[in-house]
């Protein structure tokens, strides 16, 4: 349901775009979020953004370097990560829920963001 792509090894400092591609039915019924899992470590939260995009929640750690954005006519979501740090280094999953629900429907694969320092 859910395609996340756009990871890669970089450099900290340096900037990244993660996309997630949705195939649920009604894209703009969904509030969307980015999660992390470092190794060896749960899943956090990262960002989330509104079913029309009005509304965004980003994680401490990440406010002020990533912006979460989506485009409805494409049913894509995006994740822009700048001013990378080696502690973003995480598998990166997108993630889709239903605005009436309180937990989230769909998971995307996974894509991994290593940032060397």
């Known amino acids: 349901q859910l395609q996340a792509c756009g990871g890669g090894v970089v450099q900290a400092g340096d900037s990244l775009k993660l996309s997630c591609a949705a195939s649920?039915?009604?894209?703009?019924?969904?509030?969307m979020g980015w999660f992390r899992q470092p190794s060896g470590k749960e899943r956090e939260f990262v960002a989330d953004?509104?079913?029309?995009?009005?509304?965004?929640y980003y994680a401490n750690s990440v406010k002020g370097r990533f912006t979460i954005s989506r485009d409805n006519a494409k049913n894509t979501v995006y994740l822009r990560m700048n001013s990378l740090k080696p502690d973003d280094t995480a598998v990166y999953y997108c993630?889709?829920?239903?605005?009436?629900?309180?937990?989230?429907?769909?998971w995307g694969q996974g894509t991994q963001v290593t940032v060397s320092s």
């Open positions: 993630g889709a829920r239903y605005y009436l629900h309180s937990e989230y429907d769909y």
């Open positions: 649920v039915r009604h894209f703009s019924d969904y509030d």
């Open positions: 953004v509104s079913r029309v995009g009005g509304t965004t």
